[in-house]
């Protein structure tokens, strides 16, 4: 069971609530899961200037599957309403790698607490749960106005340990 006195962050994504940091923040490659080539840090040509996809209905037709299978894990609408106060790379063209950077430093922050909030349904031993709970809290900086607080060397640690930790829990599956 998480612990009732650590406040997560929502982990699941809202797209309406963010600014479309990913159709910006990653490249796509021109294979199989986007049919275009396009360069990190730069806005998808599929991006509405309300930051929607124009081609949303027909992502996998048009071969975007990997626009259908990724979930930033709630780190977006974060970003852009905490971390950016609602400012946007729009109004703003000098937050684009900024927001985009932050979104490639908190999302796996949010999947690993994700990960570790499921875990934590297991029946797992106290001392397993007590860890899981630690690791969960080190990625949870209270002081998170800043991208730097999620840099900070005590999140990346405990980031970098959840491989570690979930594989110690597969005897309990």
Known sequence: MADEHLKLPVLTENCESCAAICCVAYPFDGDEDFAIVKAADTPCPNLGPDFRCTIHKDLKIKGFTGCTAYSCAGAGQ???????????????????????HA?????????????????????????????????????????????????????????ADVPRYLQSLAGFL
């Open 78 to 100: 974060r970003i852009a309403q905490e971390l950016f106060a609602d400012e946007n790379w729009r109004d703003d063209p000098d937050l684009i790698w900024h927001m985009a």
């Open 103 to 159: 979104l490639r430093v908190i999302r796996p922050i949010h999947e690993a607490l994700l990960l570790l909030s499921e875990a934590m349904k297991l029946p797992i031993p106290p001392a397993a749960a007590a860890e899981g709970r630690a690791l969960m809290a080190a990625m949870c900086p209270e002081e998170d106005t800043s991208i730097h607080d999620f840099e900070e060397p005590e999140v990346q640690e405990a980031l």
